[in-house]
């Protein structure tokens, strides 16, 4: 919740990819074959649930209060965030969410958790990214317009890009594209000048490269590129032995400002040793198709405000 320091109260705001959180149910339309109890990872209730209640122990612990706002990535429906919310060990939270229906073909989508006594939504919309060239159908970008305690106006915005797969330079235009697509949008409906703006999610590409070059060149900030934690991440995931970052929380100069602490949560328990290349790496739940009880081969980025 708020902590009042001064005349200002300090927000939370969390981002996480989980990694591959689905249910167990075969969604019509969707290729989610891999996770079903017969399928090749074998993904049964108990790995379900304990998915859950481990993505909720990461975020809980994330945190010294509840997270204000968690922009969550790779969760499959509403079924997942209703027991993600609900029934998992995150119950007790309180939090409620938004989040898109999109026409990737795994059925990956995005959301949005929030506190109800510190953040109101306003209004809330999905923007589909309309495919460019031999791009495949992409998440579409969630966007939340919302009030916090203090009254200021929050524009928010959860991103999925496309991945790398097939190659990072033939696969950048798809990248390019989300970022105009966003843009687009903004302009639309805040001033990056004057506005609180916030873009939080897995943008598949590093702060350096033409698709967040894209957002710099329109006045946007990159809050976490410099991110670290404090039990050695010096990314949110691990690459043959390299930290790098392809998460990121955008703002605007207006919020910039008002940034305070910036850190990737590393908790102990979050990290395994890496035995090829030495040092520790996210626990994630699959080591290829080996199942272990991890969390995700990604770290949460957390950025507080102090609005």
């Known amino acids: 919740m708020f902590a009042l320091t001064g005349m200002s109260q300090r927000f939370t705001l969390v981002e996480l990819n989980s990694e591959n959180m689905f249910d167990c149910l075969d969604d019509?339309?969707?290729?989610d074959g891999e996770f079903l109890p017969d399928g090749p990872r074998r993904w049964t209730r108990s790995r379900y649930w304990r998915k859950l209640n481990n993505i909720g122990q990461e975020l809980l612990s994330s945190s010294h209060d509840i997270p204000d706002l968690v922009a969550l990535v790779e969760v499959e429906n509403d079924t997942v965030m209703r027991d993600l919310t609900r029934r998992s060990l995150l119950g007790n939270a309180g939090y409620q969410y938004?989040?898109?229906?999109?026409?990737?073909?795994?059925?990956?989508?995005?959301?949005?958790?929030?506190q109800p006594s510190t953040f109101r939504p306003i209004c809330y919309e999905t923007i589909e990214v309309p495919s460019v060239g031999d791009m495949s159908?992409?998440?579409?970008?969630?966007?939340?317009?919302?009030?916090?305690?203090?009254?200021?106006?929050?524009?928010?915005f959860v991103v999925h890009a496309p991945s790398r797969y097939g190659g990072e330079r033939q696969t950048r235009h798809n990248r390019k594209q989300v970022a105009e697509v966003m843009l687009r949008f903004i302009g639309e409906v805040a001033d990056v000048s004057q506005s609180n703006i916030i873009i939080a999610g897995d943008f598949n590409d590093?702060?350096?490269?033409?698709?967040?070059?894209?957002?710099y060149q329109r006045g946007l900030l990159n809050a976490t590129q410099w991110a670290k934690g404090t039990h050695g991440a010096r990314g949110t995931?691990?690459?043959?032995?390299?930290?790098?970052?392809?998460?990121?929380?955008?703002?605007?100069?207006?919020?910039?400002?008002?940034?305070?602490?910036?850190?990737?949560?590393?908790?102990?328990?979050?990290l395994e040793d890496e035995p090829k290349y030495g040092g520790r790496r996210p626990k994630r739940t699959y080591q290829g198709f080996r199942y272990q009880p991890g969390y995700s081969d990604h770290l949460p980025l957390v950025v507080t405000l102090e609005l």
Not at 28 to 31: A, N, Q, T, Y
Not at 103 to 111: L, S
Not at 137 to 156: A, Q
Not at 245 to 267: E, M
């Open 28 to 31: 019509e339309g969707k290729d």
């Open 98 to 114: 938004l989040m898109t229906d999109s026409p990737d073909a795994r059925g990956i989508d995005v959301a949005l958790l929030y």
């Open 237 to 270: 995931y691990r690459y043959q032995g390299d930290w790098q970052s392809i998460d990121h929380i955008l703002v605007s100069p207006a919020l910039y400002k008002k940034t305070g602490t910036v850190y990737i949560n590393d908790a102990s328990f979050l």
């Open 206 to 215: 590093y702060a350096d490269s033409p698709s967040l070059r894209q957002y």
């Open 137 to 156: 159908p992409t998440r579409d970008i969630l966007y939340v317009k919302g009030e916090t305690v203090g009254d200021d106006t929050l524009h928010v």
